[in-house]
């Protein structure tokens, strides 16, 4: 619309300027080679401006004739390219459907026209691929590495080919690499973490976890357990060789997380070495009330060596916040009995007897009836002891393990030890409930022939119900 109405003025002020001419006569005289022309001054006006059109015109089809070599050129160069990149559409269709050699003959033809082209290379690594060149494919990231706009995409082809091959040196230089180019990689930073663990440089992963917090690759509440995790592991190695290292390390996972058991018995223990036992009891009772835990129980009774009597006061202090807790009972009672408090372990491990308890419980009842000196009872929670359910354990990635571990005994992952029951024992209610039914249970009803004429029954465990 702007357009037809900026003709439409300038129509309006090329008439008005003819009128203007037509009322204002005048004439031009033109002597050349010995003939004298007179013209009005509007027909010398347009003759002007025919001339003008004229040679515009003479000009632009003598420029098109001149060019017309080079645009045939350019349009046999833009339909050549059209095609290379219709090639490229195909080939990266191909790859996508598993046709190595479609897409290996795609990527031929569009290699010939887009030879720098990243999505060239990227198809004919696809196709190598396809084709199980594993020389080739190398060979083209390597290509694609050494070129800035596709480095990190060569980095990451020549990675995922070293890990396939178990080449993890390689792996790790490359996934190293493309983390110094870009720390926001997911897929590197992940690698470089990997390649940290491997290591057991604890410290530097627990560096790497925060950071990929920070950038959002990995959910922060996760990076923050096991940023929290790899310190403690990273305070337990250091813990014979560097006292100070450790007691720093440990006490930067308790300020992540509370409830890191292992990390507080490092601050205790360093803190023990120092000589600050009241220091060590503080981190013992801080971790204490969040994670109650025996074996912090077990290293506050021994921060001095002050006899039995005194240590039992120290476990009773330590958990007098949370007094029922299982753990609570079983460190208070494991502490009476070591101070010969007999009845008072007994008094103590009285509620978890309600129901069926565990067998470390069943084994502290045995210390108590032993030390009461009742032999046979003492025989007979050893027996059920047998037969209870399992004390709680360091469990990873639903494995057992002996001792606290950052690491999955099963994938190498970060998966933080945690102290549960590895199994439940299924209860009689659930027996029940499922279907089954307990051994004392079974009893064979006769039917009415079997009243009429007893009868020896098959099998002699199992006894004939009158």
Known sequence: MTKLLWRFVLIIVAALAIVWLADRPGSIVIQWLGREIHLSV???IIATAIVFMAGHFVLRLLRMIFRSPQAFRGRLRERKTRKAYEALSRGIIAAGAGDAQAAARHASLAGETLGQEPLVKLLGAQAAQLRGDREEV??????????????????????????DAADWPAARKHAEAAHRKNNRLPWANMAVLQSLLAQKDFEAAANNVAQQGKLGIMAREEAVKKQAALLCAAAMHSEAADKPKALALAQAALALDQRLVPAALVTARVQVANANERRAFKALAA?????????????????QEDGAE?????????????????????????????????????????PLLLEAPQAGICGLMASVEDMSGDKSKSREWLAQALSAPRDPLWVSDSVAVPVWSVLSPVTGEIAPS?????????????????????????????????????????????????
């Open 287 to 303: 971790c204490w009330a969040a994670q109650p835990h025996r074996d912090l129980a077990r290293l506050a009774a021994r921060l």
């Open 138 to 163: 190398r060979r083209v990231f390597e290509t694609m590495a050494q070129t800035p706009d596709t480095e990190v995409l060569g980095l990451r082809g020549l990675f995922t080919h070293a890990r």
């Open 310 to 350: 005194k240590q039992f006061e120290r476990v009773r202090d330590l958990v007098a916040k949370d007094p029922d807790s299982l753990e609570g009972r079983f460190a208070l009672a494991e502490a009476a009995i070591f101070a010969g408090r007999h009845e008072a372990a007994h008094e103590v491990l009285r």
């Open 418 to 466: 945690e102290w549960k029951v590895p199994f439940q024992q299924p209860t009689q209610a659930q027996l029940q409930f499922n279907g089954a039914v307990a051994p004392a249970q079974l009893q064979l009803k006769p039917t009415p022939a079997q009243s009429a004429t007893p009868r020896l029954p098959d099998d002699p465990g199992i006894e004939q119900s009158s």
């Open 42 to 44: 509007l027909v010398a």
